[in-house]
């Protein structure tokens, strides 16, 4: 039998993902969700600054307080609801559409 040949990459995304995620649902989960958040963060805040608007003014357009436009910024915030979000998609003219993806899954290397 030959011995097996360890490949080496230098790809820093690779090895973190084999070092950390690799073979843990868990970790892969919470990194989706972080992920999910760190998105919708992005996204007020580009549509608020692309409206050239302050958080105060946007807060004031949705009714409710600069903070939680703050805290909505903040890609570590986990507590998005959809009814805050569609008035916030109100305020500026916006709808907020929510879309079902396939999971791309990392094939393995031969």
Avoid: W
Wanted: charged content about 30%.
């Amino acid at each position: 039998m030959k011995p097996k040949i360890r490949r080496t990459t230098t790809d820093a995304l690779q090895i973190i993902h084999e070092r950390f995620y690799a073979g843990r649902p868990r970790r892969i989960a919470q990194l989706q969700e972080a992920q999910a958040n760190d998105d919708i963060a992005r996204k007020i805040y580009m549509i608020r600054t692309s409206a050239n608007l302050t958080q105060r003014q946007l807060a004031k357009l949705v009714g409710t307080t600069a903070s939680v436009i703050c805290r909505l910024e903040d890609a570590k915030y986990e507590g998005h609801s959809l009814a805050l979000l569609n008035r916030i998609a109100m305020a500026l003219d916006k709808r907020v559409r929510i879309e079902f993806v396939p999971l791309v899954k990392k094939r393995r290397s031969a």
